[in-house]
């Protein structure tokens, strides 16, 4: 049997894994570099891991947003595993091929998960990037884990800056809650900024885990204290489209630079929330020349 079949809790009553799986591997076949599928065990579960790139390189990690999985990289893994050693990861509670064996309920456990998976990869440090959901855990292991960590990426963070707006919660709840076709293309349209297209396989895979499963994830998003960005002391990149509909853009923006020393933070033009899905070939530039340039102490 599977890994990710033993367990399946982020399952609906009638939800069918097959056709989560599928979509999972239909959207991992627009990886256009090799790769390896791992499982690292942690005592939060069985982690999965995609590992692309030299084995030499710098280690990076990718943490994705909520819903999805590792495979919402596929538009930017070409490019980042070029130059580093990149492990994408399936959050554990996630639609995605982790087993969760105990929930990751707090910032503290999701510490204790992050050491711990990075002993098991025998990394001692690495740049994290995380993207909304992933983007909020990044903010949260800089802040108390910043020994393990190089620099960051935080894209379109969800709610750590500011909090996320009625109508935004209301329209994610909504679409989990009574997951139509039509509510969750409508979502992600919403989420999408004008004009621009995200690829058709990840919307797909949104779409079947969304109907079949629903992330059972204890860590929610929330706005993080100023006491606690102002431990963030690794370089950091904040990353966020003029078009996110989660909150005040530019007040986000403001209380980064307020809280975080030293960060640089870019309003990107024309990009919603999806922003590595939308913008994949400026992200990219965006993040390595960051995380490839040397930095005064």
């Known amino acids: 049997m599977n890994v990710e079949k033993r367990v399946n ?22 990886w256009k570099v090799p790769f390896d599928s791992i499982y690292v065990s942690t005592s939060f579960g069985s982690v999965h891991v995609l590992v692309s790139g030299k084995e030499n390189a710098e280690p990076m990690v990718l943490l994705h947003g909520f819903g999805f999985s590792s495979t919402m990289w596929s538009e930017n893994i070409s490019a980042l595993s070029d130059h580093y050693r990149v492990y994408a990861i ?25 050491i711990e998976m990075m002993d098991r990869l025998h990394i001692d440090q690495a740049h994290v990037c995380g993207h909304s959901y992933g983007g909020f855990l990044t903010l949260v292991l800089a802040s108390r884990v910043s020994e393990r960590i190089r620099k960051i990426v935080i894209i379109s963070p969800g709610a750590g800056l500011q909090p996320q707006s009625i109508r935004f919660f209301i329209r994610c709840l909504l679409a989990g809650m009574r997951p139509t ?16 297209i995200i690829n058709q396989a990840i919307k797909n895979q949104f779409l079947v885990s969304m109907q079949n499963a629903l992330p059972r994830t204890k860590l929610f998003v929330s706005y993080i204290k100023d006491n606690e960005l102002e431990q963030i002391t690794v370089p950091a990149l904040l990353l966020i489209g003029d078009q996110d509909i ?8 403001k209380r980064a630079r307020e809280t975080i020393n030293g960060i640089e933070a870019i309003v990107v033009p ?5 922003l590595p899905l939308e913008k994949s070939e400026i992200v990219n530039r965006f993040m390595l020349d960051f995380l490839g340039r040397k930095m005064n102490k």
């Not at 069918?16 to 979509?23: G, S, W």
């Not at 989660?246 to 923006?253: G, H, L, M, S």
Request: glycine content about 8%; hydrophobic content about 30%; charged content about 25%.
């Open 181 to 196: 076709t039509k509510r969750i293309q409508n979502l992600m349209d919403y989420m999408t900024g004008d004009g621009n």
């Open 270 to 274: 024309h990009a919603g929330h999806g």
């Open 90 to 114: 399936d959050f554990p509670g996630d639609i995605n091929r982790s087993v969760s064996a105990q929930s990751i309920k707090n910032k503290t456990d999701c510490a204790l998960w992050f």
């Open 246 to 253: 989660q909150y005040d853009v530019e007040r986000a923006i």
């Open 9 to 30: 809790p982020v399952y609906r009553k009638r939800g069918n894994p097959d056709l989560v799986m599928n979509a999972y591997n239909n959207t991992l076949k627009q």
